[in-house]
């Protein structure tokens, strides 16, 4: 187990190795936002959306703003090029895994627009319970956001 | 590779500023490119050379992925810090291809290795690398210049094996390549592979005389646990790392007895047991084997077995010394003053005419290997100018050219007079004899005969 070799494989795009180290790692050291983070996007790229949706229920539960402030640059997040699929066929998406796996990766870069999807996908299954609270979180922080805004 | 400082950090936590300028300075002033990586591989430190070879100022690069500034291909296949994470052992002469600065392609040679804290987890990595751009681009015009992957050749002895290799590329039958030390013996075997059906599958090569007879087995065949003391774990041996591809067997004459049977048997069945194991194996592997030793007394004396010669030498190679194929000398010549002027980033083309006159005049029992030793030395002692003088070229080496000076004191001075023009007009028309005929104004024969009267009849 190495958090290094997950690092690694994240940077160059070998999503089911690196979910391999950074699962080992949060086991490790389940306080490990940094490896929470990139673990739910390995998930959501293996098509463990379960999994994926429970790690990301953690992490915004402990703290939201560690995803929704990610620097795309800096942080090399691979976000922006796995949604960019979704933009030129967003009427053809029909399946609850994928209104999942955009609600869970739009939080990356756009609250709003994740909420949106897992709306979308709680009108597919209304008794999910992980995704209405994470849509309760998600408005928790766009009207925190909207009053400091004013 | 790793300096012991970046790895002793946690060891003088108290003098770390001083340590880090330490090191800072050490490493900014070596040729060789340095970076440094965090675990997440943001670059923690790039050195003057790395500046320099990639076009990057420091600043720019510090805090930047290591795959954003290098843009290499192995970023997302090989990471070389990623192999030494999985292998636990250090890289060296790594190549890859990496971007500069100004988005240019560039062949680099690195080393990498993993720095650990004092639990021992790995916390970042480290780099050095050398832009090997250009000698890349010699190497590849080399190749196009020369006849044969890479092999210089011009000599009609030397063409007929070329056209022999490309003859056999269709042939999976054994190659038995002899001829003395230094004549290029390795460089044939690798041009039958690289033309032959299996170039892309495995090529192993194993030098026979270096190994002890228990050690030579375990090396060629494998050994499983327990075969002998120092057998602490199962090993595969190169047979089975070559199967489907080539092995060459450098030396093979030098091989115990016992081990020419086991060969023999791999050769003729493609069979074979690990040392220390019952369990037989069975491999697809062309072998071409080497020697530099005479076959025909080894034969008599009974140093190696006849029946394994004749299924060795199903397609005999052999390679002839530099002294028979003496027109050979001057592009080769010409191909090392190219090669170390890359090398040692001086402008030495040329080579002064006294000093060809004594290379065509030595008999190079060394060959083509000792011909690159002396041009070596001299190149490096030439300092000044762009022609390589004779007085450069090794003192022993002037010494076995005595012969040379006393023969031609043994001949009159036309003869001395006539053999020098000979000798500048074949260099001025890199021996293309037809050439030097017409300049002479004789016919082919006569200039056969003048060549051969002077010791130059090289073919």
Redesign the interface.
């Known amino acids: 187990m190495s958090e290094m070799l997950g690092n690694q494989y994240f940077l160059g795009r070998k999503y089911s190795l690196a979910m391999a180290e950074l699962e080992d790692v949060v086991a490790q050291d389940p306080g490990n936002k940094v490896a929470m983070k990139k673990l739910i996007i390995c998930y959501t790229q293996v098509g463990n959306i379960d999994a994926a949706l429970k790690t990301f229920h953690n992490l915004i539960s402990e703290d939201i703003e560690f995803i929704i402030n990610t620097d795309v640059v800096s942080d090399d997040c691979p976000c922006p090029e796995l949604v960019v699929k979704e933009d030129d066929h967003v009427e053809t998406l029909t399946s609850l895994k994928e209104f999942l796996m955009f609600g869970i990766l739009w939080l990356f870069c756009n609250p709003e627009k994740s909420k949106m999807y897992l709306e979308k996908a709680l009108e597919i299954n209304p008794n999910l319970s992980l995704v209405k609270s994470s849509i309760s979180l998600i408005n928790a922080y766009i009207e925190k956001h909207n009053t400091h805004a004013n | 590779m790793v300096p012991f400082f970046l790895l002793k950090h946690s060891e003088c936590k108290d003098k770390m500023s001083i340590s880090d300028k330490f090191k800072d300075h050490i490493l900014d002033s070596i040729a060789e490119g340095v970076f440094t990586v965090d675990?997440?591989?943001r670059i923690n430190f790039f050195n003057k050379a790395a500046e320099k070879i990639t076009g990057y100022d420091r600043d720019e690069a510090l805090?930047k992925?290591c795959?954003?500034i290098f843009r290499s291909d192995n970023?997302?296949?090989d990471?070389p810090?990623?192999l030494v994470?999985?292998s636990q052992k250090n890289i060296y002469d790594f190549d890859s291809k990496v971007r500069n600065a100004h988005d240019c392609p560039m062949q680099i040679k690195l080393n990498a290795a993993?720095l650990y804290n004092e639990d021992q987890?790995?916390?970042?990595?480290i780099v050095s690398f050398r832009d090997m751009t250009e000698l890349e681009k010699f190497r590849e015009s080399f190749e196009k210049s020369t006849q044969f992957h890479g092999i210089l050749g011009q000599s009609k002895i030397m063409q007929e094996i070329f056209e022999l290799i490309s003859e056999i590329s269709d042939s999976d039958a054994p190659v038995l390549i002899s001829g003395e030390s230094g004549t290029g013996k390795e460089l044939i075997a690798n041009a039958i592979q690289q033309t032959s059906s299996r170039h892309d599958k495995p090529f192993i090569k194993i030098n026979c005389s270096v190994f002890p007879q228990n050690l030579l087995a375990s090396e060629l065949f494998g050994h499983v646990k327990g075969a002998f003391t120092d057998a602490i774990k199962d090993r595969v041996g190169r047979f089975e790392i070559a199967d489907g591809g080539t092995i060459f067997l450098d030396e093979v004459a030098e091989m115990p007895l016992q081990m020419q049977i086991q060969l023999l048997r791999v050769i003729q069945e493609g069979t074979f047991e690990r040392v220390g194991e019952s369990v037989t194996k069975k491999v697809d592997v062309r072998v071409i084997a080497a020697t530099n030793i005479n076959i025909q007394k080894a034969l008599d004396d009974g140093k190696f077995r006849e029946d394994l010669f004749f299924r060795l030498s199903v397609i005999p190679i052999e390679m002839p010394p530099l002294r028979v194929r003496k027109n050979d000398i001057p592009p080769l010549v010409k191909h090392f003053l190219s090669k170390y002027s890359m090398l040692y980033k001086k402008d030495i083309t040329e080579i002064e005419a006294k000093a060809i006159d004594r290379l065509m005049n030595y008999d190079w029992p060394g060959n083509v290997r000792e011909l690159e030793n002396v041009i070596e030395y001299a190149f490096v002692r030439t300092s000044k100018g762009s022609i390589l003088e004779s007085t450069k070229l090794p003192s022993n080496f002037k010494e076995s050219s005595i012969e040379y000076k006393y023969n031609l004191r043994a001949h009159s001075s036309d003869d001395i007079s006539e053999r020098t023009h000979l000798l500048k007009t074949l260099e001025k028309h890199h021996w293309n004899k037809r050439k030097v005929a017409t300049e002479l104004k004789i016919g082919r024969t006569t200039l056969w005969r003048r060549m051969k009267k002077h010791g130059l009849d090289v073919e």
């Open positions: 675990k997440n591989f805090g992925f795959k954003h970023c997302y296949t990471c810090i990623a994470l999985k993993v987890e790995p916390t970042g990595g």
